[in-house]
């Protein structure tokens, strides 16, 4: 039998984010995608040129199509866009008790806004109460909980706050200290579970993605039945390889490696350069 996951998100026509990272991983890890479109950008690696959002009805339209006939293990939520399009969701999957993974896209890569500001306050009073699992970069966590995350104890103070928001467990990813040893992110969940996963730092602009495909990942693990601190693992173990054994495709910020995992462990090679701490 094979394992059913949706993504909630935009298109992106570049290929390296939204609904395409998605769907991609998804296929790389052995699950079954389906997908509810929520905008559709015109993308490269240089950056958002335009975006159309859809209509909530067809948003919903989308949702229920599929959670009525596919036995859906993990929703995903990507770029949400707007206020409407967020309640319309929320509204679309609250009672179905699949398991949520909110990635609260906030900024794309060439610096294009990709939430609108009042959308923040809905994500946060009525999506996050509903998630399994947020994963934030740190800028997408400051702009949740209005802290500013410099150190080890911001994050843990940051994940504190957002676990307050309703948010079963919370992933801030580290990529953005850049001053820090490793790429380290931080898990921590209402139940007190407390680790974090660092991997190595590749010297590399080609990061177009990575949130969606590592919160794609990790919803992929769970809907082939991982338990969510082992799916935040494996995940970080897909998009360290999907950075690493990167592709040098667009003249901008490149789309990492959706095969690179699925290659490594075909040819059984190891996969380096992430540990568990704690």
């Not at 504190?160 to 992110?185: M, N, P, S, T, W």
């Not at 699925?262 to 540990?275: Q, T």
């Amino acid at each position: 039998m094979v394992n059913v996951a949706m993504t909630i998100a935009g298109s992106d026509s570049g290929g390296g984010a939204g609904i395409q990272a998605d769907l991609k991983t998804f296929q790389e890890l052995g699950v079954f995608g389906t997908s509810a479109i929520t905008a559709v950008t015109a993308q490269n690696t240089h950056g958002v040129t335009a975006i159309q959002a859809m209509e909530p009805k067809i948003i919903s339209a989308q949702i229920k199509a599929v959670t009525e006939d596919f036995t859906v293990k993990a929703i995903k939520t990507g770029m949400l866009f707007s206020a409407e399009i967020i309640h319309a969701v929320a509204d679309s999957i609250r009672d179905t008790g699949i398991p949520l993974v909110v990635d609260p896209v906030m900024i794309a890569k060439g610096g294009a806004s990709l939430l609108h500001d009042e959308a923040v306050e809905a994500l946060k009073s009525v999506l996050l109460p509903l998630a399994a699992v947020v994963t934030p970069n740190i800028p997408e966590a400051e702009v949740l909980t209005g802290l500013t995350i410099k150190t080890d104890k911001d994050i843990e103070a940051a994940a504190g706050h957002i676990l307050a928001l309703g948010a079963k467990a919370v992933v801030i990813k580290g990529g953005h200290r850049q001053d820090a040893a490793f790429a380290e992110d931080v898990f921590m969940s209402k139940v007190g579970t407390k680790f974090s996963v660092r991997s190595s730092w590749v010297n590399t602009k080609d990061t177009h993605g990575t949130g969606c495909t590592y919160a794609a990942a990790l919803s992929a693990f769970l809907a082939n039945g991982e338990k969510l601190e082992d799916a935040v693992v494996s995940a970080k173990h897909f998009i360290h390889a999907a950075i690493e054994d990167g592709l040098t495709i667009g003249g901008g910020h490149g789309p990492t490696n959706h095969w690179a995992y699925g290659h490594r462990i075909k040819n059984e090679k190891l996969i380096e350069g992430v540990a568990i701490i704690g």
